[in-house]
């Protein structure tokens, strides 16, 4: 009778051969010696721990740098968003405190500064949600009129002396620039007010100002009579003094301030720091 699994078939043979087949093969090893991926992981259904094995280096407040990782965005955008309300409500805080009790320029020094800081921690984006929390919050709690009259200009301010600050502008041309918002923010104020109240107050300031020159004319022994565009000149160069002298004032402030908060503003001429050693 033949056999029905071949010629050579022994029990000895069989059990040879599956332990033959048992033994790795070297492709085997070598898959075996490299090391898996973690996506490899976890398309197997392994648990992966959820660390990142090369987190990213921690963003700079005082430079506001975006975060690498969107793990970095989630940690640091609450801080983004608190400090921005937070220095929004203390511009607001100022703007109240000084309109019921008024302590002079002092308070007003500090009007845009808080919107600045926001800018020079966090960027453009959170220093305009800034401004902008402020004036809601000033409509709620003062009306609609004082909360614009705060926005332009010192909301608008803090945030182009933010941007200027934090780009490494020089003293000079951030004055200039601000001495610009700041007129232009006068007569939007004279402008608003003369809407509302029905009246022309910039004739009554000019009208102020023909006082004042006809009083040193007379001082001069002149008996020329101002011309109007005399006069308009003068406001408008009074204007502009002014501001420059309030925007002086306030980079005086936010350098003593802003360098204690570590955000510091580009270093004043080289006048303005002997004043500040001596002092």
């Keep these: ?3 029905p699994q071949g010629e050579g078939f ?14 790795p093969s070297p492709a085997d090893e070598q898959s075996a010696a490299e090391p898996v991926s973690e996506s490899d992981r976890s398309d197997a259904g392994e648990w ?6 090369n987190p990213p280096a921690p963003t700079s ?3 506001g740098s975006a975060p690498v990782s969107d793990g970095r965005v989630r940690d640091v955008a609450p801080l983004i968003v608190v400090e921005t309300a937070f220095l ?3 511009a607001s805080l100022i703007w109240l405190i000084n309109y019921y009790f008024p302590l ?17 921690r966090w960027g453009p984006r959170a220093a305009w949600m800034g401004a902008l929390v402020s004036g809601l919050l000033l409509a709620v709690l003062m009306g609609p009129t004082r909360s614009i009259l705060f926005v332009m200009p010192f909301g608008v301010l803090g945030v182009l002396l933010g941007g200027l600050w934090r780009r490494g502008a020089g003293w000079n041309f951030s004055i200039l620039m601000g001495t610009l918002v700041g007129s232009f923010g006068v007569f939007f104020r004279i402008w608003l007010l003369s809407i509302l109240l029905g009246e022309d107050l910039w004739v009554y300031l000019t009208s102020q100002i023909t006082e004042l020159t006809e009083w040193i004319f007379e001082r ?5 009579q101002p011309e109007l565009a005399l006069i308009q000149a003068i406001a ?3 204007v502009l003094l002014n501001n420059a002298i309030y925007l002086f004032a306030v980079h005086l402030a936010a350098c003593l301030l802003l360098e204690r908060l570590g955000n510091p503003i580009p270093p004043p001429p080289p006048w303005v720091q002997v004043l500040l050693t001596e002092e």
């Design 1 to 3: 009778m033949s056999n």
């Design 10 to 23: 022994s029990p000895e043979t069989a059990s040879a051969g599956e332990a033959e087949n048992q033994l």
């Design 48 to 53: 992966i721990p959820d660390y990142d094995l």
């Design 61 to 63: 407040p005082s430079t």
């Design 88 to 90: 929004a409500s203390t």
């Design 104 to 120: 002079g320029p002092v308070l007003r020094i500090f009007f845009p500064v808080p919107i600045a800081l926001v800018y020079l």
């Design 220 to 224: 001069l022994g002149l008996l020329a």
């Design 236 to 238: 408008l160069i009074i």
